[in-house]
């Protein structure tokens, strides 16, 4: 079997779905932390169109966007699936993994802004959780797509564990139980489960480290 390699960061979340995504299948892999910088000469050099972490390297192969290492991985690795058997499910499944790419920066506009900007990310945070609330949810099941955790929950799994701290950073409490019953339910669950319970940050560290970062983009900006 070729080497696989990720290369990532602590507080990057991307970087975490595809540690879920190889812990889930079994894949043996190691592990190698970056600085956190768009500088770095590794994502200049196999990022160069979005200069950021996470790549993974299998045997000589590169590759970056973590989405699109989920779908190699699911490709390259069958067993344990992470996306449906059937079409229109995995669709669907793809559809919402869209979503989630096209709507979650909202979640990082409100971090690094302040005033109006701030308000409307805030409101536009809102909007996309109610979507997911009331809209992706198939039936009372545990996960997104069933019993099992599968791409669209590790697509999802970045926004609450990330959130929760910007919300205590920005001093805003948007995940309110008598507004996301369902989605809160889900974030119970997914962190439950022990591979994503064991492949965590340290939530006290990572509010030092965002909160440092965004007294930085305030102050520069």
């Not at 000469?41 to 989405?67: C, D, I, Q, W």
């Not at 993994?97 to 536009?124: L, P, R």
């Not at 990330?162 to 920005?170: A, F, G, N, R, Y």
């Not at 064991?198 to 939530?203: D, Q």
């Amino acid at each position: 079997m070729e080497e696989v390699k990720l290369h990532g960061t602590s507080y990057n979340l991307f970087t975490y779905r595809v540690i879920w995504a190889l812990k889930l299948k079994g894949i043996p892999f190691d592990y190698i932390e970056e600085e956190h910088s768009d500088k770095c000469p590794l994502v200049l050099k196999y990022n160069p169109a979005f200069k950021r972490f996470p790549v993974l390297f299998h045997g000589k192969k590169a590759l970056s966007e973590s989405m699109v290492i989920l779908e190699y991985i699911e490709d390259t690795w069958p067993q344990n699936p992470l996306l449906p058997i059937d079409p229109i499910d995995r669709a669907m499944s793809r559809f919402w993994v869209k979503f989630a790419g096209d709507k979650g920066h909202c979640i990082g506009t409100m971090y690094y802004t302040s005033g109006e900007k701030q308000e409307k990310a805030i409101k536009e945070t809102i909007e996309m959780l109610t979507i997911i609330e009331e809209q992706a949810f198939v039936g009372e099941k545990k996960f997104f797509g069933g019993e099992k955790i599968g791409i669209l929950d590790i697509a999802f799994g970045i926004i609450p564990h990330w959130l929760e701290v910007i919300e205590d950073i920005v001093g805003v409490k948007l995940l309110k139980p008598h507004s996301f019953p369902r989605l809160l339910n889900w974030v119970q669950n997914f962190k439950e489960e022990t591979v994503i319970k064991e492949n965590l940050p340290n939530r006290d560290d990572m509010f030092v480290f965002l909160k440092n970062q965004r007294e930085m983009l305030l102050s520069s900006s």
